[in-house]
């Protein structure tokens, strides 16, 4: 055999010049190109499928877990609703020991009023105090004031309403308004 034969190439693919022209190439070049797109979008797609795996059991243990700290809040439910209740009571077993007694208030009325002085009613508002209040005599009504001016728990005493009684005339009825230093304010919001 020759030498020649040997070294002749066969090609089976005919030979267009649509390949060798500028639109071929062009082609040519896109093919091969959205092929590496292709594979790429692929890898993507892939990924996020096995992520999916992933996301999935990161979500149960989540959901797990969430259920976990439900079921522990909802077992300290009762003991944070005593506890709740206990402080509510304990809040107004305070406020009633930082009010004044109405036992020392009367004494306190009892050892600053004169004698013909006789108490109708007393009421205590917001820190405000009333006094309704009957007497035989207006110098025991001046008496009373100067006493309650005197004494350090009571503050801004006013009379006010002094009239005569319809029963009797021979009393005097007044109504003394004022501020206890002992009554606790309300404070303003």
């Known amino acids: 055999m020759p030498k020649s034969a040997k070294q002749k ?3 089976l693919i005919p030979q267009d010049e649509f390949e ?10 896109a093919l091969s190109s959205f092929r590496v797109m292709v594979i790429a979008t692929e ?5 996020a499928f096995l992520s999916r795996f992933w996301l ?12 976990i700290n439900k079921a522990q809040v909802g077992a300290y439910i009762d003991i944070e609703t005593t506890f709740r209740e ?5 809040g107004i ?20 009023m004169p004698g013909d002085i006789s108490l109708n009613s007393i009421s205590i508002t917001e820190g405000q105090l009333q006094l309704r209040a009957s007497a ?7 008496q009373f004031l100067v006493n309650l001016e005197k004494d350090n728990t009571f503050k801004d005493t006013n009379l006010s309403q002094v009239s005569t009684s319809t029963e009797n005339s021979n009393l005097t009825l007044f109504t003394i308004t004022g501020r206890s230093g002992v009554i606790p304010q309300s404070k303003k919001k």
């Open 86 to 90: 206990k402080q509510q009571k304990l």
């Open 56 to 67: 999935d059991a990161k979500n149960s243990d989540l959901n797990e877990e969430l259920e």
């Open 20 to 29: 060798s022209s500028t639109a071929g190439r062009i082609l040519k070049w």
């Open 136 to 142: 035989l005599s207006e110098n025991s009504i001046a």
């Open 43 to 47: 890898l993507i797609v892939m990924s």
């Open 9 to 11: 190439n066969i090609n």
């Open 93 to 112: 077993v305070k406020s009633l020991y930082a009010e004044p007694k109405l036992s020392e208030m009367m004494n306190t009325f009892t050892r600053l």
